[in-house]
């Protein structure tokens, strides 16, 4: 069973547009400092904004791969405990019904 938690989870969904408004704005800032011309700032400012937008997919992606990979180990410990939880339970059921019935394990079915 694989759990998608995909770009159904708000704080994962966000992660490519603050890349992308992040570097591109440090791009666009440096670049016009540098008094670079407009035609030539615009295809960097374009450029970076594609690059950025490429990079921040491919975070969010592993970044989500990574979070559904913790999910499937948090289920898999939370169906272990219910196991064995339930184990416990039904051997101290088990004990509990030899101990009224006299049939101590071990003992000469004897009750003093």
Not at 29 to 41: Q, S
Not at 58 to 78: C, G, Q, S, T
Not at 87 to 108: K, L
């Amino acid at each position: 069973m694989k759990l998608e938690i995909g770009n159904s989870a708000p704080k994962t969904k966000l992660i490519t547009p603050f890349v992308t408004l992040a570097g591109t704005a440090v791009i666009s800032i440096v670049t016009f400092l540098r008094h670079f011309p407009f035609g030539e700032w615009i295809v960097v400012v374009f450029g970076s904004v594609v690059l950025f937008l490429i990079l921040g997919y491919i975070l969010e992606k592993v970044i989500v791969h990574f979070m559904n990979v913790n999910f499937a180990k948090e289920e898999e410990e939370r169906r272990l405990a219910e196991e064995e939880a339930a184990r416990a339970a039904e051997e101290a059921a088990e004990n509990a019904s030899m101990e009224n019935n006299g049939d101590i394990p071990g003992g000469n079915g004897m009750q003093m």
